[in-house]
């Protein structure tokens, strides 16, 4: 019996510890840490820089130390983001024993505001042809400068930041302030000249051949980049990290507080439709979470507010359809201010601002059209809708000694102030609890 037991322990050890692997309870050895190849981690930052596109280049840098890959190249295309995720993302660089290779690419990309500061602080700083450097200057939440103070304390810290990541990697000082403070931007070829990158690559395998015999300094010392037949292994995000990447697109965004607003709306209007009040909830908290990580400006969010409250009243008001309009107009100019950032190049896309403007629009209205019809009909339920009604007599009514009446399909007790026989036509005209007052149907002339 026991060396039953054993053998079924053995198997059943047998088969869990490929399972353990491949579900991740145990740590594998990567194939980085072999030393006869060289790896170098390839990380796609794309968007814009929020937490979770944080929280990737964290987990690359953390795993690259880990694996002990010859270097990190981050290919960037952003058009900037939250300064609090740059400066974990800076700080992540900074303290990294594994050399990060920022490289602005593909052709035509952009490494603007915060993407331009990541670039500076990397240990090499590249840019393929045709891309651009800068403009970095900090836009507040109201996508403006309503509070004077504010706005410049905001910029002379961002200023100082820039400068000194600067004077770290020994790039241009002054170019970096002025992207702060002056918005300037540069084109690849210029930034080159002006000692802000290091290379101009037209691609990866150019970039690696002028990257060979490189010196850079990490927080171990000098490392000497040596990538001739490096094998490049792409570090690809989770699950998690990928919606918290997606989620901070504003064109995603901007769906979210839309159909999150209609299905609220709908749900107040329509108490007991549980489906799209569960539905606008759960697209509010995801629009939430999407708005805390873009530029979004105060007054375009409060004028979709403003609107939801005109479409509110117009259930209420009579206002001929004047609130409903006022809505439409309010819900219009928000969307289009709501990501109006232009220093971020953060906006909506006309092609998903559009269609999804016209449809709430027409859902809304839809609403509030049905809400005012129905509020028009006559009551079709409850005791309220009998008064009115003819009916005809079961058992004779006599004062002070109730009879019967059938109305609707149904019996009731009923009395009247007068004689009335069986089979006599009566008009409900009151109703004293489960009574219903009834008075003899006058005869036409």
Not at 4 to 25: D, E, N, Q, T, Y
Not at 277 to 301: D, E, R, T, Y
Request: charged share 15%; hydrophobic share 50%; net charge negative.
């Amino acid at each position: 019996m026991v060396r039953f037991l054993s053998r079924k322990i053995f198997f059943f050890c047998a088969l869990l510890l490929p399972l353990s692997v491949v579900c991740g309870l145990f740590p594998v050895s990567h194939a980085a840490g072999d030393d006869s190849r060289k790896v170098v981690y390839l990380l796609s930052l794309q968007g814009t820089v929020n937490p979770g596109s944080a929280d990737f280049f964290e987990r690359a840098v953390d795993q690259a130390e880990r694996e002990g890959v010859h270097a990190l190249l981050v290919e960037l295309d952003t058009p900037g983001g939250l300064v609090s995720s740059l400066r974990s993302m800076i700080q992540k660089v900074f303290a990294s024993r594994v050399p990060v290779i920022v490289y602005v690419a593909p052709q035509g990309a952009q490494s603007a505001s915060a993407g331009a500061l990541l670039t500076l602080s990397a240990h090499v700083a590249a840019m393929s042809p045709g891309t651009e450097i800068g403009a970095a200057h900090p836009v507040g939440l109201g996508g403006g400068d309503s509070d004077e103070t504010m706005s410049k304390k905001a910029e002379n810290d961002l200023a100082a930041f820039a400068r000194s990541i600067a004077e770290k990697r020994g790039r241009n000082a002054d170019w970096a302030e002025k992207a702060v403070r002056e918005s300037i931007a540069s084109t690849a070829s210029e930034a080159l000249e002006a000692g802000v990158i290091d290379f101009v690559a037209a691609n990866r395998s150019e970039l690696f051949k002028m990257l060979d015999g490189k010196k850079v300094e990490t927080v171990d010392g000098s490392v000497t980049l040596d990538l001739t037949g490096a094998v490049i292994e792409e570090f690809t995000p989770t699950l998690q990290e990928q919606i918290l990447i997606k989620l901070a697109d504003p064109n995603l965004a901007y769906i979210f507080i839309m159909v999150g607003l209609a299905g609220l709306y709908f749900e107040l209007a329509n108490p007991g439709s549980i489906f799209p009040g569960v539905l606008g909830a759960i697209s509010l908290l995801l629009a939430l979470f999407a708005l805390q990580a873009l530029p979004v400006n105060v007054v375009g969010l409060l004028l979709i507010l403003l609107a939801v409250v005109f479409f509110g009243l117009e259930l209420f008001v009579a206002s001929g359809g004047i609130l409903a309009l006022a809505g439409l107009v309010a819900l219009f100019m928000g969307s289009l201010m709501l990501f109006n950032t232009a220093e971020t190049g953060v906006s909506i896309s006309m092609a998903v601002f559009l269609p999804v403007y016209i449809m709430v629009s027409v859902s809304l209205l839809v609403i509030v059209w049905l809400v005012a019809k129905s509020s028009r009909l006559k009551l079709a339920s409850g005791p309220e809708q009998l008064l009115g009604e003819e009916c005809s007599v079961i058992h004779a009514i006599a004062p002070g000694e109730p009879g019967k009446v059938f109305v609707h399909g149904e019996l009731w007790d009923a009395e009247s102030d007068e004689q009335i026989p069986e089979r006599a036509a009566v008009t409900v005209s009151g109703m004293k609890g489960l009574v219903l007052q009834v008075t003899k149907k006058q005869e036409k002339p």
